[in-house]
């Protein structure tokens, strides 16, 4: 076949995405390309920097080039990404192409862990991200990102007071417990609360974000009906351990999401504390919590499972020094690297699959 | 020294209560002496059956008769109790003596766990216990006390209908749980949330009780509020992990019931999930959420401790599957067993030595 732009568009459009089930050519994807010599470049466009397809679709352009084209040519894919979004007509945030809840029910189960965690390794995959601790009432993003001291500035921008996220890692992060003292209680009923989650919504000053990830607390109260009614939510994420308990609290969170007139799609669930393995022992799995049961909760719901994270005793040290265990090099960040990467690709089927979620009226 | 009730009397007023820190005498807790030949009984009424001293104070009374009114005496002490009170002339709810609290702040630390098993402990001791679970989203004392399934009867007593709670294990039980389905979620907003707890408290026929305990949720919120302005609490309890996210959010609950207008005397703290011991490796301690954190905030805020509890799988599978440790004869319901001790001479104490708790005037 001759060397043409149009012939190396039509072997690409052999090619699928396999979670978007279209080829990359009717999907827009492919761009720029260019030959010389010998030589064929092209820019593969991704929905998430994160995207866990990316060698695959990179070696399928490769290999379709090579069947459709000629065997010789030399052909570099340029991997990149723009992420996806349905929230680029909406009133307030347009800017942020997705948000995402991560809620569980019960406490302490680790939302806020992963919530550090997948913040951490989506900005490592390169994304724009945004953190916002929606827990008033026990705020540990700050100390989870080593920064409970920070006091965000308030600009005037357009006439308007913003707040300015505090920014570590390179993720942008709200919290109420950068603006109160960390030995004081913050004694408030429901709607108080609710209009610090509506500042950081609505007066904050996000700018460009491809993920805004909201940091829940247990329940299903004021702040989650807050929250829906605020602002279209892109999807949400379960957190859950396994033991009974637990899995009754999740699926309370899964019920007020699917409720009809909340309708938030739930893009996955996370599996954590799983296990504990001493150090000593390291074939031995103690299931503390019990054994396979958000892996079982994410079947009868049909939600994505994202996978387990395991009871280590460094993630713990993690998120009390500060410093995500995204950020090192071992078995706990690659765990946390593989769940933010399903969770950007569930991001983007769902994108690619479901029209913008509408934001829930008020009622109450 | 002749025997005689006064000179009885006498030598058991050297015997000291040493944490109410006077004579038995003075405190009224020595009842009807008698003589018979050579054998002395009296009743000896401690201020709780859980009272760790017991055995101690029983030996003391005998020594203090042998010594003061003859060595040949057989004496016999009769231990029994009545649960001291300062709410007897409380508008709500007088016939119940205590209304302890157990708090955390933090999600996920052991508040429910705590809570079912102090009241398994203390019905042990022979106290009339009564439980109530404020957690309305995430509802854990029915799966905790394997009555998942059971409704409450509503009666009409004197014009009024009042809910009959569940009554398990000896212990009296209430819980949003009893009355919504599993998997619904209870999506309210706070005023709604609060008003359930108003039920627990006044439309609920809790007839006379020893200890009425509140399993809190987490955070400093509507619940909160709403317990202390609907009933005098007479104190709290808290439940900490040992890790900074966890100490940090058991800080503001502490700071909530020591907040002037809300002056909930704190009783004491738990230390839950200390360590974790591989049954492989019982001389092993794994400090998975760090070492000696909840020491060492009771320290700081002056609050007695009451104890550890180490993670342990069985505890754990006892909350699951509705038998609470305390129920069992292992080293788990040792350890609940001695901070339910413990808890109960600390209500003990509180009560000789403070007024009634006031309620919280509603502001909000
Ligand atoms: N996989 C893990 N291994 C070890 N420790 C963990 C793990 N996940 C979370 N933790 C620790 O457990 C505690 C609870 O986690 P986290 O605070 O993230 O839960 P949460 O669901 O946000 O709690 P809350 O309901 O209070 O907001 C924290 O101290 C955290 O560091
Ligand atoms: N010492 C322990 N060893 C092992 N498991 C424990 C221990 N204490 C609590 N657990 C388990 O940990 C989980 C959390 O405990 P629990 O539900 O009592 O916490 P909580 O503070 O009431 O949580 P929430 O904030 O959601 O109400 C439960 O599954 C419980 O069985
Ligand atoms: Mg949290
Ligand atoms: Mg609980």
Redesign the interface.
Known sequence: MAITQDNILKALAQVMDPDLKKDLVSLNMIKDISIDGNAIYFTVVLTTPACPLKELIKNDCIDAIHKNVGADFQVFPNMTSDVTSTRSTAPLLPNVKNIIAIAS?????GK?TVSANLAVSLAQSGAKVGLIDAD???P?IP??FNCEHEQPEVKEINGKNVIIPIEQYGIKLISIGFLTP??????????M?SSALKQFLGDTDWGELDYLLIDL??????I??TMVQTIPVTGALIVTTP????L??A???I??FK?PQ?NVPILGLVENMAY?T?E??PE?K?????EGGGYKLSERYEIPFLGQIP?V?SI??S??SGYPSAMKNDVSSEAFEEIAKKAARQIAIRNANMAGTTKVEMT?
Not at 105 to 109: A, D, L, M, S
Not at 182 to 191: E, F, L, Q, S
Not at 243 to 246: D, E, L, M, S, Y
């Open positions: 029910g019960k406490g302490g189960v806020s008033i009432f026990g540990s100390t989870m960390p030995d004081n209680a913050v004694v408030w009923r429901g709607p609360a607390p247990p329940g299903t109260s004021d989650h009906l033991q009974k308990v637990a009754a609290d699926q309370k969170a019920a007020m409720q909340i504990f001493p000593e022992l031995n103690y299931f503390i919590f019990g009871l005793q713990r040290e998120g009390d109450n």
